[in-house]
């Protein structure tokens, strides 16, 4: 293939060279995956306004984040396993982001360690925590947090109880992949990926193996995250997380205007708008189609985040013209992580960055932040009525 223009052309890059159990891993959802596929489809359905004859130089896509001055005003979500599309791949997405101007956040089910990100990348990061029943372990990730020099932690509420991922349990998902006939035969024919990993030594989960007690393999770690992520979660441990933490926090998964109103009120920097990509709650609403409610129900009080199904520049924008302040990529960077390392982060991050710019100058704007509903055909009220009329 060419130079990958499109993040289309990463994806199908990725698809040939990231062993089939990590590639589903990153590129499913949860049962019939119709939430999923909502996810991204509902942005097409939404229509901008072209605009003519008006002066589009000097057009700056700078913004902020959580009072963090970004590039443009996206961020690397966090995602589990990240080190298993590619050989170190947190640490070369973390590298990506930091030389594009962008936040990247390191998932608790990691594959490089908070200690890794801090040596190997050398900026700011932010952290994504996941509140386990072992209460001891989950303060002492926000203290190694804090010495890693994390600026914001991003607690995760949607994962309680894990949703039904049928093709991750049809591949027997694991880090690393158990040698099984079936795998050995799929990894055969990517030997390029089978090089780079084994020249790394990070192929576990390097938040956890090595700092739980009797966690030092993987089978003692896949019945430890069985049992440890917490159903009795609530917003008590929540404020008690935000006072443990002290900095700024950020709350992903909330999809709903009454959790969305618990969370304003919880004393949260931002909230993420997120149904976990499809891939907890089948059946639930997309992420842009729940976007414009919470906004109205919340968005004068507490910074309004976005994540879910963003494949381009056009997705980004539509997502601020609704609302959001900001906006983050996952299975975007993947497919470029899988792809092509590094350098594929950094294209799926220049494609984004140029379709966004190109896009708002031709909806007659040179400023990112003067994008509001009117770049919208019908404005927002338009833009909901077609998406919903659309199905």
């Known amino acids: 293939m060419a130079q990958p223009l499109t993040i289309e052309d990463l994806r199908i890059l990725a698809k040939r060279r990231v062993p089939r159990m990590f590639y589903d891993y990153a590129d499913s959802g ?24 008006v002066d589009m130089t000097n057009r700056t896509l700078a913004s902020t984040m959580i009072g963090e001055t970004v590039a443009m005003p996206v961020a690397l979500a966090p995602t589990g396993m990240t080190g298993m599309q590619h ?33 190997h990348v050398g900026s700011p990061f932010w952290f994504q925590l996941y509140v386990m029943k072992d209460r001891d372990f989950s303060a002492r990730l926000i203290e190694r947090a804090r010495r890693a020099g994390v600026t914001a932690l991003v607690l995760t509420l949607d994962l309680q109880i894990l949703g039904q991922r049928h093709k991750d349990i049809r591949n027997g998902l694991s880090a690393p992949p158990k040698p099984t006939l079936a795998n050995l035969l799929n990894l055969a024919t990517k030997p390029a990926w ?44 929540i404020k008690r997380i935000k006072e443990q933490w002290g900095g700024k926090l950020i709350i992903k998964g909330i999809l709903d205007p009454e959790d969305a109103e618990l969370a304003a009120q919880s004393g949260a920097d931002a909230l993420i708008v997120s149904n976990h990509g499809g891939r907890q709650l089948d059946g639930a609403l997309s992420s842009i189609e729940a976007l414009p409610e919470i906004v109205d129900q919340v968005g004068n009080r507490i910074e309004v985040h976005f994540d879910g199904g963003i494949r381009s520049g ?50 007659g704007l040179r400023d990112i932040a003067a994008v509001d509903e009117k770049i919208l055909v019908g404005g927002r009220d338009g833009a909901m009525q077609r998406l919903v009329a659309a199905g």
């Open 30 to 53: 949860a049962w019939t995956e119709s939430t999923y596929r909502a996810n991204e489809t509902d942005f097409a359905k939404i229509k901008l306004r072209q605009r003519v004859a």
């Open 87 to 119: 050989a170190d791949g947190e640490i070369l997405a973390a590298k990506a982001a930091a030389k594009a101007g962008v936040p990247f956040t390191l998932s608790t089910m990691s594959i490089c360690s908070l200690e890794d990100i801090a040596n």
């Open 314 to 363: 056009q997705d980004v924008i539509k997502a601020l013209a609704l609302g959001a302040h900001g906006t983050y990529i996952g299975r975007a960077f993947l497919y470029g992580l899988g792809a092509m390392g590094e350098a594929g982060v950094t294209r799926s991050l220049d494609i984004i960055r140029k379709e966004l710019d190109i896009t708002m100058a031709l909806c």
């Open 194 to 237: 089978c090089l780079k990993m084994l020249d790394t030594p990070r192929r576990s989960f390097g938040n956890i193996v090595g700092h739980v007690t009797g966690v030092a393999d993987m089978s003692s770690l896949s019945s430890w995250t069985a049992d440890q992520f917490d159903p009795k979660l609530d917003w008590d441990d």
